[in-house]
């Protein structure tokens, strides 16, 4: 990779990373809560479909997640670390899976999000926020709420999202990057 292509990746991850910050904080100003209970409707996390266009969009997201949890949302820090690993991983995921589609739709790969965040956010708050001993039932509880917001978002923002950087013909222009 040429160092112009690199200074690209660095800089178009910068972006993704200050749009996923500011998404977040503006949602928290006007709706608060909205975008950090355990049924979130988190409108920043619609950006994971830039995943499905270039990997430059997988370390931005990463850190967006990261800043967002750490600064804007004032996170524990075990929600700091694990969040910002489920962003992660369903970026990571989403981008291997993006040509596995159910009629031209990356249904699997919008999925992602849901399951690790489900997961991880899931157990965070089966351990840390619910009194007793950790319950399997209660953590399936809890992971399927989260992983219900996070479906609600990406079926909704992120398809449309995907949709009108296909119809715009966008996706070419990142792929490169």
């Given at each position: 990779?040429?160092?112009s292509?690199?200074?690209h990746r660095?800089?178009?991850s910068?972006?993704?990373?200050?749009?996923?910050?500011?998404?977040?904080f503006?949602?928290e100003?006007?709706l608060p809560?909205?975008?950090t209970?355990?049924?979130?409707?988190?409108?920043s996390?619609?950006?994971?479909?830039l995943?499905?266009f270039?990997?430059a969009a997988?370390?931005?997201l990463?850190?967006g997640?990261?800043?967002?949890?750490f600064?804007v949302?004032?996170?524990?820090?075990?929600?700091?670390?694990?969040g910002?690993?489920?962003s992660f991983?369903?970026?990571?995921?989403?981008n291997?899976?993006?040509n596995?589609?159910?009629k031209?739709?990356p249904?699997?790969?919008?999925?992602?999000?849901a399951?690790?965040?489900?997961?991880f956010?899931?157990a965070?708050?089966?351990i840390f926020?619910?009194d007793?001993?950790?319950n399997f039932?209660s953590f399936?509880?809890?992971?399927?709420?989260?992983?219900l917001g996070?479906?609600g978002?990406l079926?909704?923002?992120?398809?449309l999202?995907?949709?009108?950087i296909k119809?715009?013909?966008?996706?070419?222009?990142?792929?490169?990057?």
């Amino acid at each position: 990779m040429n160092m112009s292509k690199k200074i690209h990746r660095i800089v178009l991850s910068a972006v993704i990373a200050a749009l996923y910050v500011a998404l977040t904080f503006v949602q928290e100003m006007i709706l608060p809560a909205s975008a950090t209970m355990a049924v979130q409707f988190r409108v920043s996390e619609a950006l994971t479909v830039l995943s499905l266009f270039t990997p430059a969009a997988i370390p931005g997201l990463t850190v967006g997640c990261f800043i967002a949890n750490f600064s804007v949302l004032g996170a524990l820090p075990t929600d700091i670390i694990l969040g910002s690993l489920a962003s992660f991983l369903a970026c990571f995921f989403m981008n291997k899976l993006r040509n596995v589609t159910v009629k031209g739709f990356p249904l699997l790969s919008l999925s992602m999000p849901a399951l690790f965040n489900g997961l991880f956010i899931g157990a965070e708050i089966e351990i840390f926020f619910i009194d007793g001993p950790f319950n399997f039932l209660s953590f399936l509880i809890q992971a399927g709420l989260v992983a219900l917001g996070e479906l609600g978002v990406l079926y909704t923002l992120g398809a449309l999202l995907v949709k009108a950087i296909k119809d715009r013909r966008l996706g070419k222009y990142l792929k490169g990057v």
